[in-house]
């Protein structure tokens, strides 16, 4: 998930902790040392095995909680009857890294070299696990909440891959419900918006093929990096000149390669690239605008052009009626200042599969000010913690009483 489009808050900057129980306050030092033994082992895309292991061993020490693992491999799901007929809800928390170098130098640093919690996901299933500790121990609520621990948000889609799996028939739910961390925002201040609130996420390929040959003599070659200079200035005129400017859309080149000799013209180059927008005309738009240019631009060089387009992630679209029930869980424990307005950003997440599938609503809670989220000198502020699982336990006390 990208830290530079998340939205930001309409509020002050001064974190409130009025309304957090003390039967939570008492879990921090807990929950706290849950955070950082998940942020020293950390396991990317589809291959958190100790982490779910972790995960479930914990749901099953809390009592009550019916535990399923094995949902899209790493996939854990528990759930917890209330005391009584009532609404069922997803609460989900993302669980895996990123392939990055830790560079933060704490006691508790990755100790897998070239993987860190890099965005968070350590906080957020923590928090998940602390208010499904109180919940299980409580069980002042009707209803079920089912606590959804979700393995691969980042780039390869693992809410999809969980849905696809069966995860809403094996557990229904009413509604579902996301939140993740935001570097910037005040520490424990939350921020909320009813629509779309992040971008669809697309990719591109691009492979331009010329004519190799020697670079003393480019008149008996094509040359594909010369071809390929001008379909990435070209892609640029997409936004400029091609979109409704009232409509979001960023195409960005992102790698560009090709070549190996020094003095060598070689016979292909390839440029990748990203796409992101809100609407899918404008996604329609985009995406028939870059195999174009792509492919005229080639041929008018004497080449020629292959591009292969993927749909990742559809845009987050937060339902309005749950978005006010999340927001107003927010108000029963956090002072009105520290709750504001998210605004959408070009993002993505893939929470967004779910919210295509159940209506439910996806948030942000501040950690402060500190390095971005995908930095390697990023780590969680465990002092929201108990913010958090205050939200969590506030949206099932409000939505299932």
């Known amino acids: 998930m990208s830290s530079n489009d998340l939205a930001q808050a309409t509020q002050d900057q001064t974190p409130a902790v009025t309304g957090i129980a003390e039967a939570i306050l008492a879990q921090v030092e807990e929950v706290t040392n849950w955070r950082r033994h998940l942020h020293a082992h950390p396991e990317t895309a589809f291959e958190e095995v100790n982490t779910a292991r972790f995960i479930a061993e914990k749901l099953r020490s809390f009592g009550g909680i019916e535990v399923h693992e094995g949902i899209a491999g790493t996939g854990v799901v528990g759930v917890l009857e209330g005391d009584g007929s009532g609404p069922s809800i997803g609460l989900r928390a993302d669980i895996d890294a990123l392939d990055i170098t830790e ?53 390869e889609g693992g809410a999809r891959v969980m849905i696809e ?77 091609l979109a409704d400017p009232a409509k979001a859309l960023v195409v960005s080149c992102t790698q560009i390669n090709g070549g190996e000799a020094i003095n060598a013209i070689p016979g292909s180059v390839t440029i990748a690239g990203t796409v992101r927008c809100f609407e899918p005309e404008v996604q329609a738009m985009a995406e028939a605008a870059i195999k174009r240019i792509a492919q005229t631009t080639a041929e008018a060089h004497g080449g020629e052009a292959q591009v292969t387009y993927e749909h990742r992630y559809p845009p987050t679209v937060n339902d309005p009626a749950a978005t006010t029930d999340a927001r107003n869980a927010a108000l029963a424990v956090f002072d009105a200042q520290a709750v504001g307005v998210m605004l959408p950003g070009t993002g993505s997440e893939d929470f967004a599969f779910m919210l295509e599938k159940k209506p439910g609503s996806y948030c942000l809670l501040g950690v402060g000010d500190g390095p971005s989220v995908h930095n390697p000198a990023y780590d969680f502020n465990d002092a929201v913690l108990p913010h958090g699982m205050a939200y969590w336990v506030a949206l099932v006390d409000s939505l299932c009483s």
């Not at 640093?109 to 409580?138: E, F, N, Q, V």
């Not at 424990?188 to 697309?202: E, I, K, L, T, W």
């Open 165 to 241: 799996e069966g995860l809403f028939e094996r557990f229904p739910v009413d509604k579902v419900f996301g939140l993740h961390n935001r570097p910037g925002l005040a520490a424990g201040s939350m921020a909320f918006a009813p629509g779309p609130v992040m971008a669809g996420y697309d990719l591109f390929h691009i492979r331009v093929m010329g004519k190799g040959g020697h670079a003393a003599k480019p008149n008996l070659a094509i040359d594909p990096i010369v071809i390929s200079s001008h379909v990435v200035l070209g892609l640029q005129s997409i936004v400029s000149r």
């Open 103 to 155: 560079a933060t130098n704490l006691p508790w640093a990755s100790t897998i070299p070239g993987k860190m919690h890099a965005c968070g996901h350590d906080g957020h299933t923590a928090m998940l696990l602390g208010a499904a500790k109180y919940l299980a121990a409580r069980r002042r609520f009707k209803g079920r909440v089912v606590f959804i621990f979700q393995p691969a948000e980042e780039n």
